[in-house]
């Protein structure tokens, strides 16, 4: 009995041996993988750093033993394969012990962090508009950001200027791309709405090797972070491909299902200012549709879906898109009106329950209301928005001195709640900018 139980002894002990072995390699292949294959393990550094087409690269660094100088490497550069197992290392390695320095040195280094990709579509006067939503998004998002700004050619001397005195932040990256259509019909596309707008439909054929995009208008603000809403693409089930807000919350003032000719999504269709989309699953979809019985991939269905509908659509990409969905209604995930908080909201009396509970997530001044004085608070959140800097004071004061303007609102339906305006944003700016450092710190880990 005794015999077999050394036995068994002896075989839990090389088993436990040959495991550590096996463990050892794999730190160590790790660590070569990390380093570039060979040599030195060199320091990782994030992959957002490269930047694409004609805008500048921006990065957050990288780390490794030099980042942390107080910090010593105890074990030696030295290879640890089967022609060197840890026992016929000399002296001055320190042997098994690499095995976990290895393993711990290897979980400390920054890994490449996940880009948010948002795309915009500039052409005319919008620059102002388009660069107030770009500071928007970068004030609070807290992962780095990859910008695609799609602009007629005389703006981008001005976008690229703009961008480059921001470059001291280091927390996002931008590509600049003219306004492209398919060459047989560039002009009508062009002119379909707005100008420009319709660029949106061809951003999965453009952007080929994006898989992910936040897309907004022009005339967005970003009153919580950028990465609260591309969470949303998580709750994607199977079948989703985008994101929407409905257009309207009351079908009583819904244009959609008053003035209609043509199909759309849901009860009072939806709007395509803030759109959230996996264009990978839009590129390899097949779309049902109402003009063949052939289900059709996204670059095939456009065209013929302009031929059909062209004398009968009003609001131009956006219609496209509620006809495509309403064919398609398993494909469309709805969020909250919230996260597209539009004058029509509050324009004849509050519609929005969600803002009204948690406040506004992304305000949308469509209808010029940042411009005129038609809609006084909207104007108010974006005039504080585009004169606040990047400096943390500044941007921890700008509440105060917004609220007193948003009070000389109250003659209008949407200033009498103007608390809505504003109670989203003094949540982001806490969070992001009263939080203690070492809260920061650890946030900043959980996301890397």
Request: charged share 25%; with cysteine; proline share 5%.
């Amino acid at each position: 009995m005794r015999r077999y139980l050394r036995i068994v002894v002896l075989c839990l002990a090389c088993g436990f041996c040959s495991l550590l072995y096996a463990f050892s390699q794999l730190a160590v292949s790790l660590e070569e993988g990390a380093g570039g294959g060979g040599g030195k393990p060199q320091a990782a550094a994030a992959s957002w750093l490269a930047g694409g087409g004609r805008g500048g690269a921006r990065g957050v660094g990288s780390a490794g033993p030099a980042a942390h100088p107080g910090r010593s490497d105890r074990c030696k550069d030295f290879s640890l394969c089967y022609w060197n197992p840890y026992w016929m290392l000399p002296s001055d390695v320190c042997g098994m012990n690499c095995f976990w320095e290895a393993a711990f040195r290897y979980s400390l280094k920054v890994q490449p962090a996940q880009r948010m990709h948002l795309a915009v579509v500039a052409c005319g006067e919008r620059l102002e508009e388009t660069i107030t939503m770009l500071k928007s998004a970068i004030i609070f998002s807290i992962r780095p950001l990859q910008f695609h700004i799609f602009a007629e050619d005389q703006l981008h001397d001005s976008f690229k200027g703009i961008l480059e005195s921001w470059s001291f932040l280091q927390t996002f990256n931008y590509s600049l791309y003219p306004i492209t259509f398919p060459s047989e019909n560039a002009a009508e596309w062009k002119k379909l709405f707005k100008p420009c707008a319709s660029q949106r439909l061809f951003l999965p054929l453009i952007l080929k090797e994006v898989d992910s995009l936040l897309y907004v208008d022009t005339d967005i603000l970003f009153l919580r972070p950028v990465d609260d809403i591309w969470s949303l693409l998580k709750k994607f089930n199977s079948t989703q491909i985008a994101a929407m807000a409905p257009e309207h919350e009351e079908p009583r003032i819904g244009w959609y299902n008053r003035f209609a000719r043509h199909p759309y999504y849901g009860k009072t269709g939806v709007n395509s200012g803030v759109m959230l989309m996996n264009m990978t699953r839009m590129r390899r979809k097949y779309f049902k549709n109402d003009m063949t019985a052939v289900r059709l991939r996204w670059g095939d269905i456009l065209m013929p879906l302009l031929k059909k509908y062209k004398l009968n659509i009003t609001w131009g990409d956006q219609d496209l898109l509620n006809i495509i969905f309403f064919h398609n209604p398993e494909s469309l995930f709805v969020f909250p009106c919230q996260w597209n908080y539009r004058p029509d909201h509050c324009i004849y009396g509050s519609n929005c329950q969600e803002a009204e509970e948690e406040g506004i997530f992304i305000l949308h001044g469509n209808r010029g209301v940042y411009h005129d004085d038609k809609q006084p608070a909207f104007r108010a959140i974006y005039e504080a928005l585009r004169n606040c800097s990047f400096k943390d004071d500044n941007i921890r004061s700008l509440l105060k001195p917004l609220e007193l303007e948003l009070q000389k609102t109250v003659h209008t339906y949407c200033g009498k709640i103007y608390k809505i305006f504003i109670k989203q944003l003094t949540k982001s700016i806490q969070d992001r900018y009263d939080r203690p450092p070492k809260e920061s710190i650890d946030e900043n880990i959980e996301w890397l």
